[in-house]
């Protein structure tokens, strides 16, 4: 049986062509030494050295078996310090799921930090809503998911890593537009755009409660899966919204975002991801994702210049 040994030995001869010299290179007695090689050659069924007591020269079967042993050794190095990286979590593919409004926020500077740090692990990335991450999450799909909480899951963990204010989104034309706050009251009258309460129902229900609580019921005229199309929506002149505050990242033209005059709802965002899940990558990007958020401001949040990411 051929081992790691023997063809280590072979390659220290074979470029020494002396076997004195390789004894010494390779730190052992040169008798153990030439009784290994006649071992090999003797599983090897070829021989892979002319022996004379003046010279070693290598056959010409011998020169193949040091290239492609060469090759070998070279494959098996690379082979574990892939191993090794992947063991540190600084190699392999991480699926991330997110929700849109997350793309305004946290993602784009974790993934960033993320990148600079471990460039050699792949990112797949979906945009996903917070109700089928989980399921993906459930059925190994996605790693790690970027999503609205509450989660009700055992089997998963789960770090809410901001928090930030609700505002108004208004058409620039609106007779509001000029206010510096927005009291809820004077929207009642207001056509309103709003994401399927199936989507995010703690955000939905948020937005309901407010309004409510401003004595009126919001007339919702679209509902929209992705927050870009209800800004879009609002730029459009189709109705106003409330959203996240790091929705006016998106620099969309013909919108304008104002504060709301009552105590307003923070919207929150949480990274989930297995329990049991044992990934070096998973745990190396949960530990960036951390030093990240307490490296950043709420301005870096919330208040990016424009392509900045």
């Known amino acids: ?73 070279r494959q098996l190095e690379q082979a574990i310090e892939t191993g090794r990286q992947i063991s540190r979590g600084e190699r392999g593919q991480l699926v991330i799921g997110f929700v849109s409004s997350a793309a305004y926020n946290v993602l784009p500077l974790i993934l960033r930090a993320f990148r600079s740090q471990v460039p050699a692990v792949r ?30 899951d055992k089997t998963l963990h789960l770090q809410i890593i901001v928090r930030e204010p609700m505002v108004v989104a208004l058409p620039e034309t609106h007779p509001l537009a000029a206010e510096s706050q927005i009291a809820l009251a004077a929207l009642a009258n207001e056509s309103f755009i709003l994401f399927p309460r199936l989507l995010s129902p703690r955000a939905y229900d948020q937005i309901i409660g407010l309004c409510q609580q401003a004595g009126f019921s919001p007339k919702v005229v679209q509902e929209a899966m992705q927050m870009q199309t209800i800004v879009s929506l609002v730029a459009g002149n189709i109705g106003v919204a409330i959203v996240p505050v790091s929705l006016q990242n998106m620099q969309r033209t013909g919108v304008i975002y104002k504060p709301l005059a009552e105590p307003a709802p923070c919207a929150e ?33 919330f208040l990016r210049e424009p392509g900045s990411e």
């Not at 070829?46 to 060469?70: C, I, N, P």
């Not at 797949?124 to 989660?151: C, S, Y």
């Not at 989930?272 to 490296?295: K, P």
């Open 1 to 73: 049986m051929i081992e790691l040994r023997h063809l280590r030995y072979f390659v220290a001869v074979a470029e020494e062509l002396h076997f004195g010299r390789a004894a010494e290179r390779l730190h052992m007695a040169q008798p153990p030494l030439s009784q290994q090689i006649r071992q090999l050659e003797e599983y090897l069924g070829f021989q892979l050295f002319y022996r004379t007591k003046r010279s070693v020269r290598l056959t010409e079967a011998g020169q193949q078996f040091l290239d492609d042993t060469r090759q070998l050794l």
């Open 123 to 152: 990112l797949e990335l979906h945009e996903m809503a917070t109700n089928e991450q989980l399921q993906w999450l459930r059925e190994g799909k996605i790693d790690i998911g970027f999503l609205r909480p509450p989660v009700e």
């Open 269 to 301: 965002v949480a990274v989930a991801w297995r329990s049991n899940d044992t990934s070096a990558s998973v745990h190396q990007f949960l530990t960036i994702m951390r030093q990240t958020m307490q490296q950043t401001t709420v301005e870096e949040i």
